[in-house]
């Protein structure tokens, strides 16, 4: 993460002068004046000018994170992003927020894999495995062409639900009674400033992010409120297991990720109850929507803008890998020699927070199935405890799971052995030479 010199002596200069200005203390006054920080910040000053030389490296610097940091630092450049900001309300289990534009990563991912070498088949499912002395060789899909073969020395398996997993014969369990599905959506016309001093005025803010613009007029924000207590939300939030929504406006007058909707124990294998249960959520969402123009300033011109293709699910098959991580494992920030990024944050009421703030290790073999050869899993589908899941389960860990697959699928065909013999230690040079955080 950095900052912009310039812009912080311009907010301490300003800073200084508020508050002279608001104690009433005579500028003679003051006798002297006390800095204190955190020393973990590095800056590059021109001698002769004064000017800084590059923006300051703060202790959160995310230069080492692998493929994330570089979409991140790639939608910077664009303007897509607002990069890294700092949690000023709330955030007692993450303390910083990265917004980005969902259409420009979109664009932004496919000219990557493109760039790659990636060749992409969208719109296609797997529908079988062929397997040969417990050993995966290929995979058959379908789509628009019909059925095809396709042969691989290695298979990731990073559909979520495990669905390749599951057809290859690998011990799996479904935990869908433990978690829920939902629907986000979007709002467009949504008078952020007036919503914002509504939700102060009524004390409903759990979460707050403020700053970043990406163009003049446009102030990024993160926020979260609690419905519950307004009393015509109490019923359809208390129904649907909601306490309010928690979404972010990175343009002008648009409120993206409302994640106010959804219903719980949903098994997202089977066909029927998947339909039904996005049929019900939709329905939520026009609700919700309708009640938030009826009932809340700062929607009264808004409408519904947005929302995703398919249901947003959290959980469904885990599959039994060679180490599952526990709950207590990261909480206590343990570490494996055979870890394949760092990781800190999970997602859980009541909030849990690893030991001194830190992180703990995933380790190449909670990514490698049981009695099942030629194939790796990554996503949401590697952790047994629900409690733990919360962590692993999280867009960012799925990002790390699925670079540390990829880059062990390629040396596995490289050096010609199974996943399962893979050398760590050269997987582990592999990564931090592609700038994952491993030390």
Not at 107 to 131: I, N, P, R
Request: net charge negative.
């Amino acid at each position: 993460m950095s900052h912009d010199l310039n812009e912080i002596y311009r907010n301490t200069v300003q800073t200084v002068k508020t508050l002279v200005a608001e104690s009433g203390v005579a500028p003679e006054e003051i006798a002297g004046i006390g800095i204190s920080n955190q020393r973990e910040t590095t800056a590059i000053w021109d001698k002769a000018t004064g000017e800084p030389l590059e923006e300051a490296i703060v202790w959160q610097c995310g230069r080492a994170s692998g493929i994330a940091q570089e979409i991140v630092e790639k939608q910077q450049a664009r303007g897509e992003s607002t990069g890294h900001m700092e949690q000023k309300r709330g955030g007692n289990y993450d303390s910083v927020i990265t917004l980005i534009d969902w259409e420009g990563y979109k664009a932004l991912a496919l000219e990557m894999l493109q760039e790659a070498g990636v060749q992409l088949l969208l719109h296609t499912d797997v529908v079988s495995v062929c397997k040969e002395d417990d050993c995966v060789h290929d995979v058959v899909v379908q789509n628009k062409s019909g059925r095809e073969a396709i042969c691989a020395k290695v298979v990731i398996d990073t559909t979520g639900d495990a669905d390749v997993a599951a057809l290859s014969g690998c011990e799996v369990e479904k935990r869908h009674q433990t978690t829920s599905v939902g629907m986000p959506f979007s709002m467009q016309h949504v008078d952020m400033k007036r919503l914002v001093a509504y939700l102060e005025d009524k004390q409903l803010i759990t979460q707050l992010v403020s700053g970043g613009k990406l163009s003049e007029g446009n102030q990024a924000i993160r926020l979260g409120f609690d419905l519950k207590k307004v009393p015509e939300f109490t019923q359809f939030m208390e129904e649907n297991g909601i306490w309010g929504p928690l979404g972010y406006s990175l343009h002008e007058g648009e409120f993206t990720y409302i994640n106010g909707t959804c219903i719980k124990n949903v098994d997202a294998t089977d066909a029927q109850v998947l339909s039904d249960a996005e049929i019900k959520l939709r329905l939520q969402v026009k609700q919700l929507s309708d009640m938030l123009i009826r009932y809340i300033p700062g929607f009264e011109h808004a409408y519904l803008s947005w929302t995703p293709e398919k249901v947003g699910v959290r959980l469904t098959r885990i599959v039994k890998c060679e180490h599952v991580l526990t709950l207590d494992e990261i909480v206590s920030g343990t570490r494996f020699p055979d870890e394949v990024f760092l990781y800190g944050f999970h997602d859980c009421a009541p909030r849990i927070t690893i030991r001194d703030g830190k992180w703990y290790g995933f380790p190449y073999r909670a990514l490698v199935p049981v009695g099942v050869e030629g194939l790796l899993v990554a996503g949401r589908c590697v952790t047994r405890e629900w409690e733990a899941h919360m962590s692993t389960r999280n867009t960012v860990s799925c990002m790390a799971q699925g670079q540390a697959v990829g880059t062990a699928a390629a040396l596995c065909v490289r050096e010609g052995v199974l996943p399962r013999n893979l050398d760590v230690q050269l997987l582990r040079r592999t990564l931090r030479e592609q700038g994952v955080f491993l030390d």
